[in-house]
């Protein structure tokens, strides 16, 4: 049996498998999105019509009950209609304020925006109307009202590309968000294990600055990691941090550290079970790809973590 | 009173959810059954097992149970490990040596619907 998208008067048959978000934009309608994993909530609309569960996965309890869902995680059994847009969740407007190169493929974007969020959460930068990416804030707020995100460029990466090669200072793009609950809570002395894959340094960086903020004083251990020894950043900011807050140590692992000082070549999985091989009663980050989340997940869990005090955010890559 | 309120309900459940799931993924015998890619989702998923297994309110019948697991095949010594883990979380958490007979009793009730006999 197919089941129907009903949509401004159409009927749209899914093909096997299809997701109402790739029927309608098939079918030629306009409908913003993103990561088509379920992150950024750009592809929400509204219905009245019965919704798997799947579909609601991660929303709040008041916009479940409004109707409100994910078409892109939606693949629904029976024929379903479509009110319409969800309220679409406000954007605002931010300045660009620099675009500078952090390492050869990762690239710090200043935005200056009036904007509420807690530090380590994730906003969405939009391109135009319909097209965006969720993006980690590694700054805190503070009355500048600087964003700062980095953004790791991919050779056919649509939004890396268009960062790095069209934005100039001065420029306007719409942001909307905040979203996320990878952020520092809890007490202040128990111990902090905060790990980074890539650009998960940003979310990371910001928690980071918001726990010294807070003044928390249990041991921080910050480990950040990269395939490539070039593709690190920060060395410098987070050995100096270390300077002035004794009870934080920085790691920086590499699978192939190019001779760079500082820089530990090793496989990041078996230094951290090398250098915490029990990791009871710490508070656990992680941010990065899939895989590293999952496994660094699985890991951090293993050597006696609890699962309420691990935190992760997972970098899904567009369309994965 | 049942077993699961004499043990202290859902917050007994909370207790030995961690050191309960940890032990079954660090078990060769049935780790595949539960290490996917969504730990969140296996985690509520075995505290639904402990509030069953603890006697507490869960809305399975033996229907529910032989459904839920019978595309694992599951044998005698999965469910032996499973059952194993179940005690040694318990010892560990020093819950008495009554009570812990009493939630195998609850396990072993519902064993031929997960094993599909
Ligand atoms: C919650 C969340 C937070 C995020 N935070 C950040 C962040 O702080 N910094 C950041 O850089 N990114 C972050 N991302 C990822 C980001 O949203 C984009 O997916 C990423 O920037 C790629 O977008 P793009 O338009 O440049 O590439 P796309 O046009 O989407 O991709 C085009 C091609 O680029 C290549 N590519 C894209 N992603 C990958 C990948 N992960 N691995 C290998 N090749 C790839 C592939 O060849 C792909 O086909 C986050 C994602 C989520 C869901
Ligand atoms: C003591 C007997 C057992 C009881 C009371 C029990 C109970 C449950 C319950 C309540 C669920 C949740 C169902 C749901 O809501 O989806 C479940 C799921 C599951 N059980 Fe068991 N179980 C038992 C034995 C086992 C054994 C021996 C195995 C394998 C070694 C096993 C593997 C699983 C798996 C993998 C799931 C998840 C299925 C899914 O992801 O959909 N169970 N079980
Ligand atoms: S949540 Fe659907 S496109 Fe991102």
Redesign the interface.
């Known amino acids: 049996m197919t089941a129907i998208v009903h949509y401004q008067s159409t009927a749209v048959p899914l093909d096997h498998g299809e997701t109402v978000l790739d029927a309608l934009l098939r079918s030629g309608f306009d409908i913003p999105h993103g990561c088509k994993a379920g992150a950024c909530h750009a592809c929400m609309l509204q219905s009245e019509s019965e919704l798997p569960a799947t579909a609601q996965a991660g929303l709040k309890e008041n916009q479940k009950s409004l109707g409100y869902f994910l078409a892109c995680q939606c693949k629904p059994a029976e024929a379903i209609t479509i009110a319409g847009a969800a309220e679409a969740t406000k954007r605002s407007s931010a300045e660009v304020i620099s675009i500078q190169s952090l390492s050869k493929s990762v690239v710090r974007l200043q935005l200056k925006a009036d904007f509420k969020y807690i530090a380590g959460q994730y906003i969405n930068l939009w391109k135009d109307p319909l097209t965006c990416r969720s993006y980690s804030l590694a700054s805190i707020p503070t009355e500048d009202n600087i964003l700062e995100l980095h953004i790791k460029i991919f050779e056919h990466g649509v939004f890396g590309q268009w960062i790095e090669n069209d934005l100039r200072p001065g420029d306007k793009v719409d942001i909307s968000g905040p979203m996320g609950e990878c952020f520092y809570s809890g007490d202040k002395s128990s111990p902090l294990l905060m790990l980074a894959m890539g650009t998960g340094l940003a979310p990371i960086y910001g928690i980071l600055q918001d726990a010294l903020v807070k003044g928390h004083v249990g041991k921080i251990n910050i480990v950040a990691a990269a395939r490539d020894a070039n593709d690190l950043y920060y060395l410098d900011l987070l050995s100096n941090m270390a300077k002035f807050n004794p009870q934080l140590n920085t790691h920086f692992v590499a699978q192939c550290s190019d001779g760079r000082e500082n820089v530990t070549e090793a496989d990041v999985y078996s230094y951290v079970k090398a250098e915490f091989s029990s990791t009871k009663g710490y508070r656990v980050y992680l941010c990065g790809g ?1 895989n590293f989340v ?1 496994k660094m ?2 890991q951090a ?2 050597a ?1 973590a ?2 309420p005090d691990i935190y992760a955010d997972v970098f899904l890559a567009f369309g994965e | 009173m049942s077993v699961y309120e004499k043990i202290g309900g859902s917050a007994a459940v909370d207790a030995a959810v961690d050191i309960f799931y940890r032990k079954v993924l660090a078990d060769d015998r049935i780790s595949e059954f539960f290490d996917t890619v969504d730990m969140e989702a296996q985690h509520a998923k075995q505290k639904a097992f402990l509030t069953m297994a603890f006697g507490g309110p869960n809305s399975y019948s033996g229907k529910d149970m032989r459904e839920a697991h019978k595309h694992m095949n599951l044998t005698e010594e999965h469910f032996n490990a499973v059952a194993e883990n179940l005690v040694g979380t318990l010892t560990e958490l020093e819950v008495p040596q009554e009570y812990i007979d009493e939630i195998v009793g609850i396990a072993l009730s519902v064993k031929d619907d997960v094993l599909n006999k």
Do not use: Q, V
């Open positions: 899939e999952k997940k699985r869990f293993l006696g609890n699962m």
